[in-house]
């Protein structure tokens, strides 16, 4: 087969997380910044692609860019990185299944949190603003799709970001699933497409884009603040308790395997 059952899935994923837990404090930093700069990297491509076609198109412009945006995941599970979403997922498991402390899993979130931040202001500034790949033409787009996910109001961003981590975390999941490397490009790419495409707020990609249009001279840093709070708990939300919990309620917990009863050979019957 090409692909693990959702029950050794399971069993991955608490390995992945255990080992993610115990990682160095500089391989988590490298990683993490590696990990908001390659998702930083997917939203530039999207901003670059979407950013200038016609607006009578309609939704098949958010589509379109939806379609390349999960480079920057793929970037990171296959090639190396650490992103707080995907991770919101792995630990919390471990921990479900008392592999790791409480404070191991806080350690992780926070050092992948603040290097995935820094991985995406860089880009952020770098790219979109000192090279100008978010401004110029592409400054409409930049505005309006910050604009629109700060004008999110607090308990909107927040299920918006559940909506968003669960099809990040089973993004992850799938990919954890596949055995061979064109699996794992797909088990990642589309729950990734569909999240954008439903246009869920991402905490990471929020980091990039919203900074991006704060660097063009819009918006402020109190915007970003409000905006990055409610989604990183909405993502919490999602990638811990409705892919993680569910999981590990559903294969470790609760998972029972019924016996088969033995077969006992039935008498002779004399003649």
Not at 12 to 41: D, R
Not at 68 to 93: D, S
Not at 194 to 221: D, K, L, R
Request: aromatic share 16%; net charge neutral; with cysteine.
């Amino acid at each position: 087969m090409g692909y693990y059952s959702p029950k050794e899935v399971t069993d991955i994923t608490i390995k992945k997380g255990i080992e993610k837990a115990n990682s160095s404090f500089l391989t988590l930093a490298i990683l993490g910044f590696l990990g908001g700069a390659f998702i930083s990297l997917g939203y530039l491509l999207y901003i670059r692609v979407a950013g200038t076609m016609p607006h009578e198109w309609g939704s098949f412009v958010t589509f379109i860019g939806a379609c390349v945006f999960p480079v920057g995941l793929i970037c990171i599970l296959l090639g190396g990185g650490e992103l707080i979403t995907g991770n919101m997922m792995a630990v919390p498991i471990a921990w479900f299944d008392k592999k790791i402390t409480f404070t191991q899993m806080l350690r992780n979130l926070a050092i992948v949190t603040i290097t995935n931040m820094i991985g995406a202001m860089f880009v952020a500034f770098f790219f979109g603003h000192f090279v100008g790949l978010t401004e110029g033409d592409f400054l409409e787009k930049t505005l309006a799709t910050a604009g629109a996910k700060i004008h999110d109001p607090f308990w909107v961003a927040f299920v918006s970001g559940i909506g968003c981590n669960w099809f990040v975390g089973i993004a992850v999941w799938l990919c954890y699933a596949a055995k061979d490397f064109t699996g794992k490009i797909l088990g990642i790419w589309f729950p990734v497409m569909a999240f954008v495409a439903i246009g869920f707020q991402h905490v990471v990609a929020n980091m990039f884009i919203i900074p991006a249009a704060i660097f063009a001279g819009a918006y402020s840093w109190t915007d970003f603040w409000l905006n990055v709070i409610p989604v990183y708990l909405g993502n919490l939300v999602g990638g811990a308790i409705f892919v993680s919990l569910f999981y590990y309620l559903a294969y470790k917990k609760g998972y029972v395997t019924k016996e088969q009863p033995e077969k006992t050979e039935e008498p002779a019957h004399e003649l």
